[in-house]
């Protein structure tokens, strides 16, 4: 019989090894581990909470969701069809999902060292109580607990909100959607904790292929002539306020860049009709979509939503995994992304607006101290998103607090938001901020940079305090 090994999680996992810091951050930890979770942006199904139906089983619910995971079998040269991910063109894919976890479990050592293992190891022993790890000989005591669990009235999607102690969490809807699972939330009492949030590249992405349709669509929706450059505008100001009315508080872009534009109204509806057209050049839909972001703004300030901005991913940089599975398939790679020349015509316009909550994220961690810093650390409107993606590890968040701290603060900062679609992923992604946030605290308490009395007040604010104030959640 194969040897198999325990399943243990240390206590004191993340913390510092000098025994000195390692108290302090313990002690800090204990007084913020057990708040509770607010999740303000991330891609979870909302049909998961309205419906309230148990999940399938271990495959679909924790494999085929999870680019973290596919991505890297992939690059050890496991095909995504033989992980069951589906190809657009209707192929056959393993389906056998006993199977696919196999394969999962026969290469789980591939995950040492990374985040998606620390993530995978709690659920595991937190959530399904396994107590010895994942190998190809445990794969099927793994795959008959998980499913035999999760077949419970306790594995439901709401059920277990409640014992992940999830204040809130946000989906994130493109500008077209009719928000049906949200509206089915309504008078559940889960309304309030389960939003939305408005995401609308859909409409201003001129590079899409189905941009013209969609923004076709967004006039059959509002009733606006979205071929007149205000019809457009007025018709994304009356979807704004349709999220609002299913809980949103945010807006989400998503762009290749961190370019905006503040082009005269004339200049902007000529180069609204050439993207309408389709003759506009890629540098012409650049400069539209950095127009768009100054619209949004503007339109953040009238109605108090909070802005998220998300530049910096090279998108599908594998063509072939693109036209064989479409988006979001773990191919999408960080770019360098410049901020200072590129966010100044927005920030002419609107970035002395103390009311206005404008959230940056980057991929690119040389920008840090050189430029997003001193940005958010001047103006009002600014505040820096933590660390993400490939940077939502806990070296990629202890090497943005080290780099932002000086320049920003810690209170022009936003806590922590998992974005993420691995819903029971979502409490060990927090505790792992939790503990890296005590980790680099207690440093500056034993450095004699702060009192263990600040340390305590600073972790509860970056753990609860700060998120809630930026997404407007009090």
Request: hydrophobic share 40%; glycine share 6%; proline share 5%.
């Given at each position: 019989m194969a040897q198999t090994f325990p399943l243990e999680l240390h206590p004191d996992r993340l913390f510092p090894a000098d025994p000195v810091v390692r108290a302090i951050a313990q002690r800090l930890y204990a007084q913020i581990k057990d708040l509770p979770i607010v999740s303000p942006h991330g891609h979870t199904d909302p049909r998961w909470f309205a419906d309230d139906a148990n999940f399938e089983n271990a495959t679909a619910l924790l494999l085929l969701p999870d680019h973290y995971v596919f991505r890297m079998l992939y690059s050890q040269g496991i095909t995504l069809e033989a992980l069951g991910i589906r190809r657009k063109d209707g192929a056959v894919v393993e389906s056998d999902y006993r199977k696919i976890f196999h394969i999962f479990a026969k290469h789980y050592y591939l995950f040492r060292g990374t985040p998606s293992r620390i993530w995978l190891d709690s659920v595991f022993h937190d959530v399904f109580g396994l107590k010895v790890t994942l190998t190809e000989e445990t794969a099927d005591l793994y795959y008959d607990t998980i499913n035999e669990q999760l077949a419970k009235p306790e594995f439901k999607p709401r059920a277990l909100l409640d014992r992940f102690n999830i204040e809130l969490i946000a989906t994130t809807e493109g500008a077209l959607n009719d928000l049906t699972h949200h509206a089915k939330l309504k008078g559940t009492g889960f309304e309030q904790r389960v939003i939305t949030t408005f995401r609308p590249d859909d409409v201003v992405d001129a590079d899409r292929a189905d941009f013209a349709a969609n923004v076709a669509k967004l006039g059959e929706l509002t009733g606006e002539d979205t071929h007149?450059?205000?019809?457009?505008?007025?018709?994304?100001?009356?979807?704004?306020?349709?999220?609002?009315?299913?809980?949103?508080?945010?807006?989400?872009?998503?762009?290749?860049?961190?370019?905006?534009?503040?082009?005269?109204?004339?200049?902007?509806?000529?180069?609204?009709?050439?993207?309408?057209?389709?003759?506009?050049?890629?540098?012409?839909?650049?400069?539209?979509?950095?127009?768009?972001?100054?619209?949004?703004?503007?339109?953040?300030?009238?109605?108090?939503?909070?802005?998220?901005?998300?530049?910096?991913?090279?998108?599908?940089?594998?063509?072939?995994?693109?036209?064989?599975?479409?988006?979001?398939?773990?191919?999408?790679?960080?770019?360098?992304?410049?901020?200072?020349?590129?966010?100044?015509?927005?920030?002419?316009?609107?970035?002395?607006?103390?009311?206005?909550?404008?959230?940056?994220?980057?991929?690119?961690?040389?920008?840090?101290?050189?430029?997003?810093?001193?940005?958010?650390?001047?103006?009002?409107?600014?505040?820096?998103?933590?660390?993400?993606?490939?940077?939502?590890?806990?070296?990629?968040?202890?090497?943005?607090?080290?780099?932002?701290?000086?320049?920003?603060?810690?209170?022009?900062?936003?806590?922590?938001?998992?974005?993420?679609?691995?819903?029971?992923?979502?409490?060990?992604?927090?505790?792992?901020?939790?503990?890296?946030?005590?980790?680099?605290?207690?440093?500056?308490?034993?450095e004699h940079r702060l009192t263990e009395a600040e340390a305590a007040e600073l972790a509860y604010e970056l753990t609860y305090g700060l998120v809630k104030k930026a997404y407007q959640l009090q």
């Amino acid at each position: 019989m194969a040897q198999t090994f325990p399943l243990e999680l240390h206590p004191d996992r993340l913390f510092p090894a000098d025994p000195v810091v390692r108290a302090i951050a313990q002690r800090l930890y204990a007084q913020i581990k057990d708040l509770p979770i607010v999740s303000p942006h991330g891609h979870t199904d909302p049909r998961w909470f309205a419906d309230d139906a148990n999940f399938e089983n271990a495959t679909a619910l924790l494999l085929l969701p999870d680019h973290y995971v596919f991505r890297m079998l992939y690059s050890q040269g496991i095909t995504l069809e033989a992980l069951g991910i589906r190809r657009k063109d209707g192929a056959v894919v393993e389906s056998d999902y006993r199977k696919i976890f196999h394969i999962f479990a026969k290469h789980y050592y591939l995950f040492r060292g990374t985040p998606s293992r620390i993530w995978l190891d709690s659920v595991f022993h937190d959530v399904f109580g396994l107590k010895v790890t994942l190998t190809e000989e445990t794969a099927d005591l793994y795959y008959d607990t998980i499913n035999e669990q999760l077949a419970k009235p306790e594995f439901k999607p709401r059920a277990l909100l409640d014992r992940f102690n999830i204040e809130l969490i946000a989906t994130t809807e493109g500008a077209l959607n009719d928000l049906t699972h949200h509206a089915k939330l309504k008078g559940t009492g889960f309304e309030q904790r389960v939003i939305t949030t408005f995401r609308p590249d859909d409409v201003v992405d001129a590079d899409r292929a189905d941009f013209a349709a969609n923004v076709a669509k967004l006039g059959e929706l509002t009733g606006e002539d979205t071929h007149t450059w205000q019809g457009y505008l007025q018709a994304l100001r009356i979807r704004r306020a349709y999220f609002r009315e299913h809980g949103a508080t945010a807006t989400d872009h998503g762009h290749p860049s961190a370019i905006t534009a503040d082009l005269a109204e004339a200049d902007a509806a000529v180069l609204f009709q050439r993207c309408l057209a389709g003759t506009a050049s890629s540098t012409e839909t650049e400069l539209f979509r950095g127009q768009m972001l100054t619209e949004m703004a503007g339109m953040s300030l009238q109605d108090g939503m909070t802005m998220q901005i998300h530049p910096g991913a090279h998108r599908n940089h594998n063509q072939v995994i693109f036209e064989r599975f479409g988006p979001d398939k773990g191919a999408d790679i960080p770019s360098p992304t410049e901020f200072v020349s590129n966010l100044k015509p927005l920030l002419q316009k609107y970035g002395n607006e103390a009311s206005l909550n404008i959230i940056l994220f980057t991929l690119d961690e040389t920008t840090y101290a050189r430029e997003l810093a001193p940005l958010a650390g001047h103006y009002p409107a600014l505040k820096l998103g933590p660390a993400w993606w490939f940077h939502d590890s806990p070296e990629g968040m202890l090497r943005f607090r080290h780099q932002v701290t000086e320049t920003a603060g810690f209170y022009n900062t936003v806590g922590f938001n998992d974005d993420t679609r691995a819903f029971l992923s979502i409490p060990a992604r927090h505790d792992v901020a939790r503990r890296i946030d005590c980790r680099f605290l207690a440093g500056l308490v034993a450095e004699h940079r702060l009192t263990e009395a600040e340390a305590a007040e600073l972790a509860y604010e970056l753990t609860y305090g700060l998120v809630k104030k930026a997404y407007q959640l009090q």
